[in-house]
């Protein structure tokens, strides 16, 4: 059973331009989550979604971010007009279920914005 | 809102020695908690998964527990090797919510 995969896993963008970063959840899993981890800091709650359903956003910043996991295919997370403050790792992970299920996390993707 | 203190933020010990990590949480509304090891430039893998009904779970020579009426969780390291060398993170969740709270780990070097 492959693990949660991530791409790409390192990105560079000139700051104005769009990013998306790709997560495929384990096998069986429909409950996918988005961490972001600021240089020097903890890993921080984003997003949840269940296929087609954005659950909880909470933790996204209000402009510029969106997240999306289709019927079919990966779950995308779309900044839009990077700033160098965009500069992070970006982690998924996903679990079977929600409440007080394991959550599996992928190897991330490092953002640079120059 | 929860919040999530480690002690020590960063070990250095030989190789062979026991180790005990501690990861203290302000709320112990959690339904579990759960204990990462981060590699530079990595992500993260799953120790440990400790469901709020559990006292402590244990997986070869790691060994966790968790008081929730104390907000506190431990992680022993039995007879430490240089490959455990990583970040350590506990990560309970937010007040009755999925959405896990991670605090800045403790940096652990073990020396050959």
């Known amino acids: 059973n492959a693990g949660v995969m991530q791409n790409p896993r390192h990105l560079v963008r000139r700051r104005g331009q769009e990013a998306r970063l790709r997560c495929s959840p384990m096998k069986g899993h429909s409950h996918v989550y988005w961490y972001r981890q600021l240089p020097e800091e903890g890993l921080k709650f984003m997003v949840y979604l269940q296929k087609e359903n954005i659950i909880d956003e909470s933790g996204m910043p209000k402009e510029r971010f969106s997240a999306e996991f289709p019927k079919e295919g990966p779950s995308i997370l779309r900044i839009q007009q990077v700033v160098r403050g965009d500069s992070a790792a970006y982690f998924c992970a996903s679990s079977p279920g929600s409440f007080s299920y394991e959550q599996y996390f992928g190897p991330g993707t490092r953002l640079t914005v120059t | 809102k929860q919040e999530v203190t480690q002690i020590p933020a960063a070990l250095s010990v030989p190789e062979g020695e026991n180790l005990v990590l501690n990861c203290s949480f302000t709320?112990?509304?959690?339904?579990?908690l759960q204990w990462f090891r981060q590699d530079p430039g990595k992500g993260l893998t799953s120790l440990l998964l400790i469901q709020s009904s559990q006292r402590e779970q244990t997986s070869g020579r790691l060994n966790a527990s968790l008081d929730k009426s104390s907000g506190r969780s431990t992680l022993y390291i039995a007879a430490s090797q240089p490959g455990d060398s990583a970040t350590y993170l506990c990560a309970p969740p937010d007040s009755g919510t999925y959405k896990y709270i991670f605090g800045t780990g403790t940096r652990l070097k073990v020396l050959a």
């Open positions: 709320d112990s509304a959690i339904y579990n």
